[in-house]
């Protein structure tokens, strides 16, 4: 009950933003968005800040990929992590239109607050405090299975993977734990790099 669960493929310190920008473009077309304000704190600037696209690890700590990919992929998951995704000339574009701003006021792990201007000249402000994935924000059921599964597809074929979550979730009335073992079971050729 203390453990949280990350819904996105990135640094925990940018996960409320990531949900702040999916509140705030609910109801609006994620291509109105012509202006993405971030109010940070230092802390969360140096080790979120950059925009090196290079490798996965270096966009999964970039808060601005983050919400750019929130944006222009509609999800933040590790198939937005991808190469080609990072590479997507929509993301370059709505990249420029981030721009962070240190708040000294903020301790050095407060949630950022997100701030998105639209074509029509609107603007809209969320700071979201606890992030989805805390356990006062739990991941649904069903977001933590979809999250499995897009991992596990990685590994092992989907029927198998489907298979494994059934049979995990029914571990108490398997006779023996051996029975997940030819499920984990992977292939050579299975489980490719996204970086």
């Not at 993405?36 to 080790?47: E, I, K, Q």
């Not at 990919?69 to 190469?83: E, K, S």
């Not at 201007?117 to 356990?135: E, I, K, N, Q």
């Amino acid at each position: 009950m203390r453990c949280s669960i990350k819904p996105y493929a990135s640094c925990r310190s940018t996960h409320s933003a990531i949900d702040a920008v999916s509140a705030l473009i609910r109801d609006r077309a994620a291509g109105d968005v012509t202006a993405v304000r971030v109010r940070l704190s230092g802390f969360v600037m140096n080790m979120c800040g950059g925009r090196d696209l290079d490798s996965l690890a270096s966009a999964q700590m970039s808060l601005p990929y983050a919400v750019a990919a929130m944006l222009v992929h509609g999800g933040a998951g590790i198939d937005a992590y991808r190469t080609e995704r990072r590479q997507d000339p929509r993301i370059a574009r709505m990249l420029a239109r981030v721009t962070l701003e240190v708040d000294g006021a903020l301790a050095d792990l407060d949630e950022p607050e997100v701030t998105l201007v639209f074509a029509d000249g609107a603007t809209a402000t969320l700071r979201v405090p606890v992030a989805l994935g805390a356990p006062a924000n739990p991941i649904s059921d069903r977001d933590l299975r979809g999250k499995y599964l897009a991992l596990a597809g990685l590994a092992m074929p989907a029927a198998r993977a489907q298979t494994l979550a059934r049979t995990v979730l029914a571990l108490d009335e398997l006779p023996e734990a051996r029975t997940l073992l030819p499920l984990l079971a992977g292939t050579a050729e299975q489980g490719q790099i996204l970086c």
